[in-house]
């Protein structure tokens, strides 16, 4: 992150934080925001940053404190989450009610506060949460140029048509693309991979001789476009619709019927819903990537929702990621017809 | 001579009859004031409750538009200004917003004390309850007000002439007294 990005975080995310706190931040050094992934106000609790795997106290000044040294750190009150709720909410938590139910926020820039605190119930469903007492503020970063070695491997240049969808696809209809499922387990990179193919393929890449597809992006929890008020603050594509905080399932099908996507792109299935909307979208023409956690295809298989789609085959290209070498380290890409490995 | 002393006294009459005339007008447009602006801040909060039920808005935004569609007044202005300090103070909450607004708009009005104190109710959980909450807030200082523009509406019906009269028959007897 260069100093023009430690400055654009600052004023998209540390606007949002109480004075108190900002100024605790505010002395936080380049170097120690470059690698920082979140900042987590906890009430009552040392304010600390996620840099990766590790998680760090921030003293008075603003330096990260060693292990050990927690008592020298910079505690929130009560009041520094209420200001800070309101800064977010802009004095106005009853237009936040279901983001409060879901509990996240989505802000500008395309980053994300995460919200805990006691949760109300009605007949048994969440009906919002009250009493906030932990933020955990994620810091948006797009990593363009992430895909650029899995697109290859996307791309259908014999223009066969996919098995589970013949029917629906003309002889001689132009170069598509795989219907690809990526795996990983949580924080493995799946949602940044996943935004830059829906870049790559919204933009086209002259390179490959890629043209740009109409790309209908589902995205249900405002992670991959990070729209605000509906604009997406990342840029996933030049021909990118997106549907922003609609159900996958649901979400799907309003794509398909009135933009006419040739890519369909979502993220995290895993309920019988999505996966029945995942076949209607295969059996309908329309290509689709998907993102979910599993660790390995074997693991996937334990999945009741969606191991009947592997059998079935209706996925093309399994994308296996780890963080063996960092977030969005790509291991495998199998061949699922063939069951051949690809890469490496 | 004799006129002379004539004139002045009739000019200082008049001076005296023109004083309590309008200082019995005073107070009666101040009874008329304290009803109209009582009435305003109930139909800006009829407004506020429509925005936070249905069109959902900010607060901000919400008090800008309200603030639009009243007259200019005070109370429109009370409005705005907490507007536009929500928008650049982050060193207060919403409701610490309010009672500065009203403290600012106050002097300008012609609201009692009494008055006062139920326009400062609003602050109660401003902008930080839920939208329930917030509707039930806004409902209670709404019937507060209500029964306030009661009292202004009979005190404004028994005064507003009386005081006309008074001023103005104030003035004459000072006059017939000094005379």
Known sequence: MSISQKNMVEQQLLTLISPEVRKVLQRVDTDTWHKTEEIRIRQNRPLSLNRGSSESFVGIKGNLLPPGQEVKAFCAGKEDISRTMQLLSNCSMYAYGEELRRGYMALPGGHRVGLCGKVVLEEGRVKLLSHVNSLNFRIARQIKGGADKVIPFLLNRNKQPHSSSFKSVKAGSPLRVHHTLIISPPQGGKTTLLRDICRCLGDGMPSLKLPG?????VDERSEIAGCFNG??????????????GCPKAEGMVMMLRSMSPRVIIT???GRDEDAGAVREMVNAGVTVITTAHAGSIAELTGRPQLYPLLKEKFFERVIVLSGSRGAGTVETVTDLITGKNLYP | MMSGIFLIRMVGALCVLAATTLWGEYQSRTLQYRYRQLHQFRQGLNLLQTEVSYTVSTLPA???SIGSKLNSTAVSELFVISGRMMEERDDLDSGEIWREAVAAVFPRTC?????????????????????????????????QVTTALEDALEKRNQGEKMWRYLG?????????VFL
Do not use: C
């Open chain 2, 62 to 64: 919400a008090f800008f």
């Open chain 2, 111 to 143: 609201l009692t004390g009494e008055d006062r104190r139920i326009v400062e109710q609003l602050a109660v959980s401003l902008g930080t309850a839920h939208r329930e909450g917030q509707l039930k807030q806004i409902q209670l200082v709404t019937e």
């Open chain 1, 231 to 244: 604009v997406p603050q990342l840029d996933v594509g030049l021909r990118t619709d997106v549907l922003d």
């Open chain 1, 213 to 217: 597809f109409k790309v209908g992006l």
């Open chain 2, 168 to 176: 103005l028959a104030g003035g004459m007897s000072l006059v017939i």
């Open chain 1, 267 to 269: 993220d995290e299935i």
